[in-house]
């Protein structure tokens, strides 16, 4: 049944993960206001701060998209030098939910030092990143193996084939994970609220936990130490870094 939603024709297929792409950023992007609105914030783009804030944001979860998904295939980083053409369309095609959530958190976070902005503002990104992670994923089950998000090979019974063979449904696994982290927001988050920006601090760590063990079930490129993939060696690092870095509110 599953099967029947995946496409297997190659222009489909990146039509119609593009379209869930632009549907997570851009419906995000609207949960993000409506959140603020609905507590009394102003938008991100009532003022040059926010502004300032948005700018960096975006440009840093589009470098840290491009930076990891270049880093997750070392057989590329040859092409720099050999092919030069099929190098930067591999970066322009490139893409990777982790190095946007990195990239993008290091934005906001350049941005608020440029806007003299100190407070914890990540709470506000929980849920339209949930939402997003929703959407994308719908996208990425639905390109198949045009996409190169699914799993290894499987005998599990809900294995699913995209063409090749019954496979783990690892966008499946992701947009299950993230749609009721995103239904339950309201009963775990309590937790958290005692201290601004906990739970995105949170969110970011479980999210890249996540990944580090999820993509164990993912076919790994060649190329990186244990066998593990260039994301997974980010995300150990991130959660290194987030640990590292965390310095509880004093009140």
């Not at 440029?114 to 990104?125: H, M, N």
């Not at 190169?148 to 696994?173: K, N, S």
């Amino acid at each position: 049944m599953l099967e029947s939603l995946v496409f297997h024709d190659q222009t489909k297929a990146y039509l119609f993960h593009a379209m869930t792409e632009w549907l997570a950023l851009s419906g995000g992007f609207m949960l993000y206001n409506h959140l603020r609105k609905h507590n009394g914030r102003p938008s991100m783009l009532a003022n040059k701060s926010g502004i300032w804030v948005l700018i960096f944001c975006l440009l840093g979860a589009g470098t840290g998209n491009k930076l990891v998904s270049i880093l997750q295939f070392p057989e590329l980083w040859g092409l720099a030098q050999t092919n030069p053409q099929q190098f930067w369309l591999a970066v322009i095609s490139g893409q990777s939910v982790v190095g946007g959530l990195l990239g993008g958190w290091i934005g906001v976070e350049i941005g608020k030092k440029i806007a003299g902005i100190r407070s914890r503002t990540g709470d506000d990104f929980v849920a339209p990143i949930l939402l997003g992670l929703v959407i994308g994923r719908t996208g990425c089950f639905a390109a198949g193996l045009h996409d190169g998000t699914y799993g290894m090979h499987t005998d599990l019974p809900w294995g699913v084939d995209f063409g090749d063979g019954a496979r783990h449904p690892t966008q499946l696994y992701e947009w299950l994970m993230a749609l009721i982290a995103l239904i339950l927001l309201p009963k775990w988050r309590q937790f958290f609220t005692h201290e601004q920006g906990l739970t995105f601090r949170v969110l970011m760590f479980g999210y890249l936990l996540w990944r580090l063990l999820i993509d164990g079930l993912k076919p790994a490129p060649a190329g990186w130490w244990f066998g593990w993939s260039g994301i997974q060696w980010v995300c150990i690092f991130g959660l290194i870094i987030i640990a590292a870095t965390y310095r509880k509110t004093v009140e």
